[in-house]
């Protein structure tokens, strides 16, 4: 990690993510990297291998401006608001074009990363036995297990080119700490090959170190540091903002409609300079108002060795 890792978006954008890449986007519901997405869809990368546990409004958004040629995933979700019309599109009709996915579970998607940043040539699952799940991806497959002889499934490992995330905030040697709900941050992170991170906001290397188990990502794991506040909406931040409930409702009639679609591309991505003009577009009152108020988490004792001379004074 050198002194170069805190850079802007575009920039990293531009450094670690090439066309033709596998990258993966991750964050659980919460913390999900919506400003790097919209950021990729600027910079017209296209060719894309698009990874994510849960395709949702940020996958119909990166898969309409043309950048996605195939997806891996899990569950197909718009928060509970609605649907992806865009993947409905591409998928059920093929239109404008056929969408390549392969599917898996939520589980096995965590195994992949899992077996990606091991290194291991595959990850067993068992609860694939009695899914239609391995008739409709032959990456599903079955083997024997050496020790019970008995039928087991496997799936392969996943390895990003680029897995890029959200979190509250990093030090600036790339030490990245996150509360709240995590999903598979840290296994996409190990797993990739480059990895950028986009926090709320830097912090001094003494509050990271005063708060050690909340560092999710440590600083080898990473190549930038990208500050991009609110950088997560519509999605949510634990601590700093709500979730755009409003936005993902929204974004069903919005999706519904081809050209209303590419037209939204188009004025909030595309026609915004960078994430801080997105968010004028999408109006400050608005964001305002998502704001959470404080409710700061208990603390505890780490404790420390007493030096020499406490030592020698209370002897």
Not at 85 to 91: D, F, K
Request: proline fraction near 8%; charge should be negative.
């Amino acid at each position: 990690m050198d002194s170069d890792t805190v850079v802007s978006l575009p920039h990293a954008v531009e450094k670690l993510v090439n066309p033709g890449d596998t990258i993966a986007l991750e964050g659980f519901s919460h913390l999900i990297p919506f400003a790097a997405g919209h950021e990729i869809i600027r910079q017209g990368i296209t060719g894309l291998t698009f990874c994510r546990m849960t395709p949702d409004l940020l996958s119909d958004m990166m898969i309409a401006a043309g950048g996605v040629d195939r997806l891996v995933c899990s569950f197909f979700a718009s928060g509970s608001a609605g649907s992806l019309y865009e993947v409905r599109r591409r998928i059920e009709s093929q239109d404008p074009a056929p969408l390549p996915v392969e599917e898996y579970s939520h589980h096995a998607m965590t195994l992949r990363y899992h077996a990606g940043a091991a290194r291991l040539p595959f990850a067993p699952i068992s609860s694939f036995v009695g899914s239609d799940m391995p008739g409709i991806n032959p990456d599903i497959r079955a083997v024997v297990d050496p020790y019970t002889g008995k039928k087991i499934y496997v799936v392969p490992p996943l390895n990003p080119d680029v897995t890029i995330i959200h979190a509250q905030r990093a030090d600036r040697k790339g030490n990245v700490q996150i509360w709240g709900i995590a999903g598979v941050q840290q296994e996409a992170v190990y797993a990739a090959d480059k990895v950028i991170v986009t926090v709320e906001e830097i912090v001094d290397d003494e509050v990271v170190r005063a708060d050690p188990n909340r560092t999710l990502i440590p600083a080898h794991a990473v190549d930038a540091v990208c500050v991009v506040p609110t950088g997560a909406h519509p999605s949510y931040v634990q601590g700093s903002y709500d979730r755009d409930n409003a936005f993902y409702r929204e974004w069903t009639p919005i999706s519904q409609d081809p050209a209303e679609l590419r037209e939204w591309i188009d004025t909030h991505i595309r026609g915004t300079k960078d994430h801080e003009e997105y968010l004028d577009a999408i109006g400050r009152d608005r964001i305002a108002a998502l704001r959470m108020a404080p409710r700061p988490s208990g603390s505890v004792d780490y404790g420390r060795r007493p030096d020499a001379s406490t030592e020698r004074s209370s002897r």
